[in-house]
């Protein structure tokens, strides 16, 4: 009566542990990918070189960025399109995915994470306008045809896509208000010039993998110690500056180094790398036939001529000599079959037979003996009522006579019909 029941809250509390929805953890810290991944990448794995892959990523953004400038998005949204766009092809190969229709997909869900949504429609012909240019061709409007649809509807696809190759993780947090903000640490937030170079700096390293490599912050400082070094504004070395936002000098030259990489690359050339990735695929696409040739069984000729199936066996179709030795073998057991069983087991199994037959028949005329028949028409008399009744049901047994009088004999037929006319006559004179 006086106890006291435990207190289990505390513990309990304590003890509950988060779980990851969808066994997909969600964190800015999941984005940076490891080494391995970053230089085995799919294209590489289906037998694309670095330097195409890179060319591919640098055409890919700077087709995002255009885009985003004609569309008159934030410069946000662009960034966050190109960030997409490289991680989702460290997932997916060049070779298996066309650059354009996900260049276009990325933008597009870009602008809507944004909250800058763009229609399908514009993102597409912006992009077949930048084609043109870039061709060198005279302007001419997209025709709303079968092409245009098919092309809307693979955009459409590929935003999905990217969305599951990412696990719905799409947030991206952009070095644009690190800057500013570790500016105004070292008092240079009227230095309107440092600022804009530390961004222009970042805008190019969109094309690089270094925010697959480094975290925001690391990039950050990377871009203002380029800048500073460019316009030989001196920097606080004791102790360092970038010490403060917890960075090491390697990381920043790092980046650095891979951000001016860029500028001393030679110029893209679209046609070339679309010509290239069209042979690659030619290569992909055989060996995949080829794959599904030989795991869906086709026939290949054996060592002694015969056709072998898939599952490396013989068909038993392929001799002749197979084909005798089964009839032989079908005719010999045959015989063997017949005479096991004795005179006696047959007389028996052909009564049983013939019994059953007869029981069936006797439901079947039990059961239609007694089906109501039509009802007669009215007359006025009570005679004429009589022979109306006497007519109708003389007619349905010989109409229901017909169907199994095919199991009688001749003299069965007879017997049946003079008993059916006897019943017939009984009947009428019970009534009267």
Known sequence: MGSQRPDHTSTNVSKVVSKPYGKVELSLNNVLLPEEKLNNTPSILDGMDPETETDLRILGCELIQTAGILLKLPQVAMATGQVLFQRFYYSKSFVRHSMDTLAMACICLASKIEEAPRRIRDVVNVFHHIRQVNAQKPIVPLVLDQHYIALKTQVIKAERRVLKELGFCVHVKHPHKIIVMYLQLLNFQDNRDFMQLSWNYMNDALRSDVFMRYNPETVACACI?????????????????????????????????????????????????????????????????????????????????????????????????????????????????????SPKHKRAKGHRARSRSGERRSKKHRRRSYTPSPSPPRHSSKHSREKARYRSRSRSPGARSGSYDKYYSSSDKKSRSKHRDSYEEVRIRSRH
């Open 225 to 341: 110690y380029l800048s500073a070094r460019y316009m030989n504004i001196a920097l606080p070395k004791q102790p360092p500056w970038f010490a403060l936002f917890k960075v090491t000098e390697e990381q920043i030259l790092d980046v650095c180094r891979r951000i001016l990489l860029l500028y001393k690359r030679e110029k893209v050339n679209p046609e070339e790398l679309e010509k290239k990735v069209e042979e690659l695929k030619k290569i992909y696409q055989e060996s995949r036939l080829k794959n599904k040739v030989v795991s869906g069984g086709t026939t290949v000729a054996g060592g002694n001529g015969s056709v072998v199936s898939g599952n490396n066996t013989p068909n038993s179709n392929s001799s002749p000599n197979n084909r005798n030795n089964h009839s032989e073998k079908n005719r010999s057991k045959s015989p063997s079959r017949s005479s096991s069983r």
